[in-house]
Structure formats: C-alpha cells, structure tokens
C-alpha cells in the first residue's frame, strides 16, 4: 500500500492469563497499523496477569520505537468488560480497535477491511466467524431473539468502533456491561464482516456474564414476569373454583403453588434490581498507567 491513511487510530488490547501469543499478536499488529495508518497507538489492559513478565518488561519496551504503547494496570482482575473499558477511556483515537484476545485467528488484512466498512457509515464493525460451537451459538440465537437492539450480535474476534460511537454511549449513560449489546442499542450504524474459522475458546468470559447480559439486554425478564402474573392470575381463580365447589384439595394446591411462584418472581426482581443498580455503578480500578519507554 502506497498512501497511508491520516486518522488517528487506537488499538486496545485485553491481557489476561488466557492470552497465549501476547508477543506474536502485538508485533503482527505492529506492522499492519503501521502499513495503512500514519498515526496510531496500542493501548495494552493488564489484568493482573502472572505470566507475561518478559512480554512486559522486554518485549515491550523493544517494540516502544514504532509505536506509541501505553501499559494499563488493573489494581485487581477485573474481566474483558472493565478492562477495555477502561482501555478506551485512555485510547485517543478517532477509531479504536477492540480485541478482546490476543491471538491473530484471522488474516491481517481485515484489519484494512474492517476501517473501509467505517468509512461506508458504520459506526461499529465487527468481524465474526462464520463457525461457532454449540453453546456460543444457542447463547446468541437466542439473545438475537428476545433482544430489542437495532442489530443482532454474534461472537466477534475484534471490532473497530468510531469515536461517536463511544461518545454516544457516554452520553446516553449506557453502561458497557456487554458492550456488543451496548453498542447494538446505541442508534448509530452497525456492520459486520465475515472470516473463516471459529471464534478464541479462551475468551475468559464466564457463564454469570452471560446470563446476566441476557436477563439486562432482551426482553426476556419481561416475559418471564408477565407469563408469572398469568399463572398466578389462573391459580387465583382455580382457588375460589376450588372453594366455591367445595374441593379444598384446590383451593389448598393453588394457594401453595402461588405462593412459590410469587417466592420465585420476588427472588427474580431482586436479583434484576441488584443488576441494574450494578450497571448504574459500574466502574473499573486501575492501579496505574505508564508510557512505555525504549528498552
């Protein structure tokens, strides 16, 4: 490639224990950011990790003169979510790339691909696989199912997101809890692109994550209270039945199993309002950030 694009990109990348080709990944990226940008910087989120000392402290600070790099602390494990939220709050970027594991799954190229989809209009591109395994695959189809976002969301290997779209998550309050749900519901333009291959199985997301993105994300929790009221309506009625003809067998069964389900509903909300009061306050603890220097 001969002209170099002049926007100014960031590039955000998640470091855990999960991440098994941290210094391969980083160098590739490396030299894709710098064949089609002229200004870019790599924003590395350390979660706490035990075994990336030498990328740390050597590898690093030997790649420190061709690009800006700057090191992200996390005071305690905090996940995929806080860390690249956190990420993007120091990221500068017109554009950010996002990836949420650092193993080069897919031809570098994309990397072109995905900026010339921005340019279409797209505010958020995400570049998924076409195969996923079964649990990943019944997790989104049935996401995509009850969800109320403008788009449906897939397991993504990285993700290019403009600058509105980030400030527009910010001024409309929304929490990035899950932030292909977020980012799905914020109004702007979405677009995907299809590699072959499957998805990382190291994404360090856990089962509670899942199940709390669905139950804040879809209308799923809405549906389930309102099929309880039902029932709950019906048992109501079973129960006068049962006493007005004199079957107290009835009336004794559906006030019992009114009473679970009005346990269960109870047990329900509380749990919803504990999620939502945690997505309200959510935030990140970082311990400290540094520029990394030439070795």
Not at 26 to 52: A, G, M, P, Q, W
Not at 203 to 215: N, P, T, V, Y
Not at 224 to 247: D, E, K
Request: charged share 25%; proline share 1%.
């Amino acid at each position: 490639m001969n002209k170099k694009e002049s926007v100014f990109i960031s590039a955000v990348l998640y470091l855990s224990d999960f991440a098994n080709d941290a210094e391969k990944f980083t160098r590739n990226l490396l030299d894709s950011l710098k064949s089609y940008f002229d200004h870019y910087e790599i924003i590395i989120v350390d979660d706490c990790s035990t075994r990336h000392e030498r990328f740390l402290k050597e590898v690093l600070p030997s790649l420190a003169d061709e690009s800006t790099i700057t090191l992200v602390h996390m005071s305690v494990k905090q996940g995929i979510e806080a860390c690249l939220r956190a990420g993007l709050d120091v990221s500068i970027g017109d554009f950010v790339f996002e990836f949420d594991t650092l193993e080069m799954i897919f031809d570098k190229g994309l990397l072109w691909d995905v900026y010339q989809e921005s340019l279409k209009g797209n505010d958020v591109v995400s570049v998924e696989p076409k195969q996923n395994n079964v649990s990943r695959s019944l997790f989104y189809r049935l996401f995509n199912k009850y969800s109320n976002a403008d788009y449906d969301i897939n397991a993504s290997a990285f993700r290019l997101v403009s600058r509105r779209a980030i400030n527009r998550v910010l001024e409309l309050n929304m929490s990035s809890a899950f932030r292909q749900a977020v980012y799905a519901s914020c109004g702007l333009k979405n677009s995907r692109i299809e590699y072959k291959g499957s998805a990382s199985p190291r994404k360090a997301r856990g089962l509670s994550l899942a199940i709390d993105s669905f139950l804040l994300y879809t209308e799923f929790s809405k549906n389930v209270c309102t099929v309880s009221l039902v029932f709950i309506l019906v048992l109501i009625s079973a129960g006068i039945v049962g006493i007005s003809v004199g079957l107290g067998w009835l009336f004794s069964a559906s006030v019992l199993i009114g009473l679970a389900l009005i346990l269960v509903n109870i047990v329900f909300l509380l749990y919803y309002a504990r999620l939502i009061s945690k997505e309200k306050d959510s935030k990140y603890l970082i311990s400290n950030i540094e520029k990394v220097q030439k070795g």
